[in-house]
């Protein structure tokens, strides 16, 4: 584990504990009142921080959690245990979009890491797709010229895009495993190459929305 | 929930009941001991009309009586107010051509109808519907009613359901959770008897259309997409058949009777009631009777369905987005649920079988079940019901706009809420002391393409060079579904005061001065209500201290301890009769806390005591 021993005093009570984790003091083990919720949602989970989680057992925390705090059950708490329950309630929900999705969770430990993940760089074309960049474009440009014969080769691209994809996806899932048998001094090199191929990604998504959206208007 | 007081006291516990505020109609349910029930009027409906006309003498008329005045007065009489909630008067054009609604002047900000000189915003109309009800339950549940939940479409806006929760306010009544009708209906059914699966429940009411997919898990009702049409509903059937039946009469009288405010309400009634008939019967007769002349028309089902198809069709298009979001097939839904009024129309029923590919249910009153569902949340939140738990998304994403009138979404639609998202803003200019934040609700791209929710100023920032402030904004949208802002300045870590100009709707200060003007009186009753409330738990708890004083444990305690106790104890005592119900609750909770190890040491002795199998006292 990478959690600390975290003294903890409880607000209402007044009593001090000792935490194996952050998550554990969610609430006061002597007057079971809610503590004030940690922010960071794989501590908040009772995960540890790996790129790659069991999405099942993380469904379950997450419906198990909500049971305990949803502000539904605080209606009739004090104004602190309410203000408690929504608070972490809104980390819960917001955790859980992020963990599930196998994206947003790399985002998240890159920009927790200290990565800067800004849209910006996106808008850089990577060297390796100038030319598929140019050729895709030309393409729209005659499609919109009225050229439908450039139907089946933006079709073409869109599923050469997709391909692309599904191997970035593969590569990244590798990436992931490594991380996390990697001990921690070595992981933050590894994080700079998936960074990387989160950018890539982002890109080639971009390009298949863009082309989606070309077919959608031409349907309309 | 203290152990403290669920052990030693049995406070009172306050009921909350159930109201569906619809377009049409409007219920107040509650939860009796074999499950949730519908509370009738004392001429022994469930419905009450959602309409409201003002006297001569300036008081008002609700429900059926106002009805009536549909077709007496209709200048000083009004429906379908909902219709208005938390909108602008630009966005309700097309409502003002179909709705004989009489707008006051200098309704550019917040939009107030003239009844009969009086001028009222439409939390204030739906208010009196409010108030009706919950006069209604005071008188059959013999009790105050002060606490409720309030369904809303679950494609409400934010500037909606602020609406909504203000005409909660202004009627005396703390709403405690507003609910979304089509979850509610969800409950309502008991669906989660099967434990596992995929609902949908398909909404279909008299102003509004809502299609919700839910996922049951053990209990928990996860909403995984919602979508709708805030203005679609079985009024729009009979504005359309109203308008046809119009010109009808024209033709045969030769006559044009649209300006009589008298002969439309009188010709709409007629309408309505035709259209009722044709989900039972093949055929039905409009019948209008005016100044001794009689129309009639025969109307066939048939006909009737050519009429509304595209009305039906329009509902469609939601159902598969919705279904496109939570990223499942027809196939994939298990049950379809049918709610409001209007899905009674066997072309409905029809359209709904065919997309979902699964026969739906009905078992349930269509007009009943949203309320009866709003009773059942009622109960979750009261603790009464603690095997279910609703988890609700926002129906629409929220954003910010950046430059060039281009929107930052924030928080994603469908997102489970609550939900939040924090951003940094900073200054542009040297010495800026504050930064205005637009806040805008919808899918589109453009700023001026969504429904603008708010500015929120941010203000007396410290002056610095341009792009050193740093204030931490956090959105976060509560379970109500309604949009909270904080602020944080990183640099001093202070919070940092944020000034809202709600863009539709009411200020806080408007909505408490409407309570003030129209509740004086009933304003401090309150007030001395909440005090008295305070001062029956004080007692409670006062009264457990001394048993326990006499007992062993106190003997157990330690000298500090029992100087703390003794310390909180005056501490509350002096503010008893002087404090505001806060300090009181403020106390109490001070008391409680502190007197946590006592209560152990006292269920400590009572367990002691009975395994020795003696008695204690």
Known sequence: MNFSIVEHTCWRCGQTSEEQSEAASLFCKFCNSLQRPVVDYFAFFGFEKTLTIDTDELQRRYYMLSRQLHPDRYTRATETERNFSLEATSILNDGYRVLRDPVQRAEYILKESGFNIGEQRSKDVPPELLEEVFDLNMVLDELRNGDTDAIAQLEESRNRFAAMQNEIDADLHEKFLLHDAAPETERHEILSTIRSALNRRRYIRNLIQDVNKEFATREA | ?617
């Open chain 2, 1 to 617: 929930m203290s152990t403290f007081q669920i052990d030693f006291s049995a406070v009172a516990k306050k009921r909350i009941v159930g109201i569906d505020l619809g377009t049409t109609n409007s219920l107040i349910a509650f939860m009796d001991l074999t499950g949730p029930a519908v509370i009738p009027t004392p001429e022994g409906s469930s419905l009450v009309p959602s309409v409201v006309s003002v006297t001569d003498d300036g008081s008002y008329v609700v429900g059926e009586k106002a009805r009536q005045l549909l077709i007496d007065s209709p200048d000083r009489t009004v429906y379908s107010v909902k219709r208005l909630m938390g909108r602008g008067i630009a966005d309700v054009q097309d409502e003002l051509r179909l709705f004989p609604f009489h707008i006051a002047e200098g309704s550019e900000n917040v939009i107030r109808l003239d009844l009969g000189g009086k001028l009222l915003t439409p939390p204030e109309i739906s208010a009196q519907v409010l108030k009706q009800l919950k006069a209604q339950a005071e008188a059959y549940l013999g009790e105050d009613v002060a606490q409720t939940v309030i369904t809303v479409p679950a494609y409400f806006n934010d500037a909606q359901r602020q609406a909504t929760k203000d005409a909660g306010r202004i009627a005396g009544l703390e709403v405690l959770r507003l609910v979304n009708e089509p979850t509610a209906a969800a409950l309502a059914y008991g669906l989660d008897k099967r434990n596992d699966g995929v609902v949908a429940v398909y909404d279909f009411g008299g102003g509004t259309f809502d299609i919700s997919i839910l996922r049951l898990n053990q209990g928990i009702f996860e909403v995984l997409s919602t979508n709708g049409d805030t203005h679609l509903g079985g009024d729009d059937i009979d504005n359309k058949l109203l308008r046809i039946a119009l010109e009808d009469v024209e033709n045969e009288w030769d006559e044009d009777v649209s300006n009589s405010g008298e002969a439309v309400q009188t010709l709409r009634r007629a309408v309505i009631d035709a259209k009722e008939k044709l989900s039972f019967f093949p055929e039905a007769t409009i019948e209008f009777t005016w100044r001794g002349k009689l129309y009639q028309r025969l109307i066939s089902r048939e006909l009737f369905e050519g009429l509304i198809k595209d009305i039906v069709e329009r509902t469609l298009q939601p159902c598969r987005s919705a279904m496109l979001d939570a990223g499942l097939k027809p196939e994939q839904i298990d049950e379809v649920v049918l709610v409001g009024g209007s899905t009674r129309i066997p072309l409905v029923r029809q359209a709904v079988e065919t997309l979902f590919k699964a026969k739906p249910h009905t078992e349930l009153n269509p007009d009943e079940v949203v309320a009866l569902g709003a009773a059942v949340q009622a109960a979750i939140l009261s603790g009464d019901v603690t095997d279910k738990l609703l988890l609700d998304v926002t129906p629409l994403s929220l954003g910010i706009e950046t430059m060039g009138g281009v929107v930052s979404k924030l928080i994603h639609r469908n997102s489970t809420i609550p939900a939040s998202a924090t951003e940094v803003f900073t200054t542009s200019v040297d010495g800026q002391r504050n930064v205005l934040i637009h806040v805008v609700q919808g899918e589109r791209e453009l700023a001026r393409d969504c429904r603008s929710l708010a500015r929120f100023d941010l203000k007396d920032l410290q002056p610095v060079p341009a792009g050193m402030a740093r204030v931490e904004v956090r959105f976060l949208i509560d379970a109500n579904g309604i949009l909270n802002v904080s602020a944080r300045d990183m640099r001093s870590g202070k919070e940092q005061s944020v000034e809202v100009k709600p863009s539709y709707g009411l200020t806080d200060d408007q909505v408490e001065a409407m309570i003030t003007e129209s509740f004086e009186r009933a304003e401090e009753d309150f007030a001395a209500r909440q005090v008295r409330e305070a001062q029956v738990e004080a007692d409670t708890i006062l009264l457990a201290l001394d048993k326990a004083r006499a007992s062993d444990a106190w003997d157990a305690l330690g000298e500090t301890e029992r100087t703390a106790i003794e310390r909180a104890r005056k501490n509350l005592q002096a503010v008893y009769h002087t404090g505001t119900h806060l300090q009181i609750r403020d106390a109490i909770e001070k008391l409680d806390g502190i007197s946590r190890k006592l209560a152990e040491n006292m269920m400590n002795t009572a367990v002691r005591a009975a395994l020795k199998g003696s008695k204690i006292n």
